[in-house]
């Protein structure tokens, strides 16, 4: 049963997945289609189960403490293989090719994360395309930008997760995401210079949706508005039942793409 919540940021906006996919993502991702290419390059240090790791000097401070995070390339030439291997299928057969290869990576970043934190089973299950976390673990998928990422946690350190990453949203196409945005959180992002400041509004959302929704939380995309103290980090609280959550928002920019990690603590 999923819960209905009320949102409060705890100030004015600034520089302004799939547990559920979010309302509008569609329609936004239809239209940046093209738009941006992958990145060129991608700081590995590290390999775990075929899938890519980020550098230490990226995840530092970025990811909550005891959370791993592990990397596929979608158009790695091996994905189908590795996922057969360890018995992963997609969950409809009429998928088009690029949904297919994003849910086969996504699922197969998705185990090598369960395995780095420690899961002795790191089989994820799914119940209409969305991922189905093994008792004791949480965690969050997301793809774009030619990569499928995942994070995962034990459930004894954090509550719920949520991970978003976005190439970077070109200005003339922002008008796009008024849809998904306040009015006072759209008016600050079109008087802001940041030409991040819509794709860091939108990865935010997407990233707090995905953890709060991993809590049985539904709300809509324009009431999520983070307090930004930062470029790097923002607060969101919401009310459930009487009783507070909040979610921290950890971001980065490496290689033209946004990284954007949504983390609830055990107490929340």
């Not at 550098?55 to 596929?72: C, N, Q, R, V, Y």
């Not at 607060?235 to 459930?240: D, E």
Request: some cysteine.
């Amino acid at each position: 049963m999923r819960q209905s919540v009320a949102l409060m940021s705890r100030g004015p906006a600034a520089n302004v997945t799939r547990s559920l996919e979010p309302v509008g993502a569609d329609l936004f991702r239809e239209s940046a289609r093209g738009v941006n290419p992958p990145p060129q390059k991608i700081n590995d240090s590290s390999h775990s189960a075929g899938a890519h790791m980020t550098s230490a000097s990226f995840t530092d401070g970025w990811l909550p403490p005891g959370t791993k995070l592990a990397i596929e390339r979608i158009d790695a030439a091996d994905i189908e293989a590795r996922a057969a291997s360890v018995g992963i299928r997609a969950y409809a057969e009429n998928l088009v090719p690029k949904r297919r290869l994003e849910y086969l990576a996504g699922r197969l970043a998705t185990r090598a994360a369960l395995q780095l934190v420690g899961a002795d089973d790191p089989t994820i299950g799914s119940h209409d395309g969305a991922p189905v976390w093994p008792p004791g673990f949480c965690g969050s998928i997301s793809h774009s930008a030619g990569l499928a990422v995942a994070v995962a946690a034990r459930s004894r350190d954090w509550r719920s997760l949520g991970i978003d990453i976005e190439a970077r949203i070109p200005v003339h196409r922002a008008r796009i995401l008024q849809k998904a945005m306040g009015a006072v959180e759209f008016e600050a992002a079109q008087a802001s210079t940041d030409p991040w400041v819509w794709t860091r509004a939108w990865a935010a959302k997407e990233a707090a949706y995905k953890c709060l929704s991993a809590l049985s939380v539904e709300t809509a995309f324009e009431a999520l508005v983070p307090r930004w103290t930062s470029t790097d980090h923002a607060q969101l609280q919401a009310w459930v039942d009487g009783a507070a959550i909040q979610i921290e928002l950890e971001c980065r920019i490496e290689d033209e793409v946004i990284w954007m990690m949504a983390s609830a603590a055990v107490g929340d």
